[in-house]
Each structure stands twice: as structure tokens, then as C-alpha cells.
């Protein structure tokens, strides 16, 4: 894992960053984030849940024995972890909703919905829809968005009023290939 910081005094051809190592022997990391105070993220390959203090020493906080699995924290700050079977809280892993469901990212909203999203399709395989669902606080679940080609990259503004996916596979109605970008209203998302 790469990090840039900017060097007053220190020149080169990048205009002045230099590049440090922060951390090696991560086999493939997903679900990068900043909490507490920590760089968080997610070693798919090794199955680990990791936390790095500013030297770039880890902390493994879980581990998981499938794939995709990614992170995000409730609002009283338990980690909230998506699996191939459903979502987990905390280090031990606890069932929180949608058993049986399988998702890859997560984002959650300042009243506990976690909104998770999976692929159509596994890499390699022909391209499908995929879909967006929100799991409540009570573990029930629900889609919110349907035919949203390999959602990815979600982002929720203002705690809960608006829901971000990238539409990662999507093109424009003439077919050009542009990426679009989808979204759902969270305050009303699958409400009556």
C-alpha cells in the first residue's frame, strides 16, 4: 500500500510528492476507510478485517472465510461487516440481517440502514444486472434498486437524505458507453 505526502523542499518530476511505502503483504485490498482516528480496510484474499495505526502497523480485527466482504460502522459505532451470507456486527461476527443474502459493498445511514449493494454476475462470467438493498435496523431487507449494472462505489450525502451507486457497467440511451450514475432518494427509497 502506497501513500503520497507532499515535502516542502523536495522536488522531483511529479511536481514535488513523494511516494512512501505505509504498509506491504496485503494481498488484495478492498472497502478502504478513514474511522476513529484509523485507515481501516478490507484484505479480500487474506479474509481479514484490518486496522493501521500511523506507522503503518496492523491490527487484525476479523476474519472471514468468503468473499466479498466489506465494512462500515452503525451508529453507536459496532462494525458492520457484509458476507456471502448476509450482514455481521463486530469482531465476533454476530448475525445483524439478510441471512442467506449475499452483498459486496456497504454504506450505512445515521438511522442504522445499512445499504448494501452485489453484482449481477461474478468476475468472468457474462455481464447482469445487479441490484441495491437496504437492510433495516430489525434485520428485515429489501431491494431499492434493481437492474444497476455492477453497483459499486456507494456513498450516502448528508446522513440520509441522499444515496449514491455507481452504475459501473451502464451506458446512455444511445448506447455510447458513458457511465451513469444511479441514484435513490434514501429518505423515500422503497417506502409506500
Known sequence: MLRSRRVVGVHDDAGGCVTEIFA???AMGESPRWHDGRFWMCDWLAGE???FDGDGGREVVARLG???FSIDWLPDG??????DN???VGADLVPYGAAGQPFNEIVVDSHARAWVDMPGAPPGAPPAP???SVVEPDGTSRVVAGDVW????MAIIDGTTLYIVAN???VDGAGEGVVLTQQVDVAHAGRP
Open 24 to 26: 506491504t503483504g496485503i
Open 49 to 51: 478485517v484490518l486496522v
Open 66 to 68: 468468503c468473499l466479498p
Open 78 to 83: 459496532r462494525l458492520l461487516t457484509t458476507t
Open 86 to 88: 448476509g450482514l455481521v
Open 130 to 132: 445487479g441490484a441495491v
Open 150 to 153: 455492477f453497483p459499486n462505489g
Open 168 to 170: 459501473q457497467w451502464g
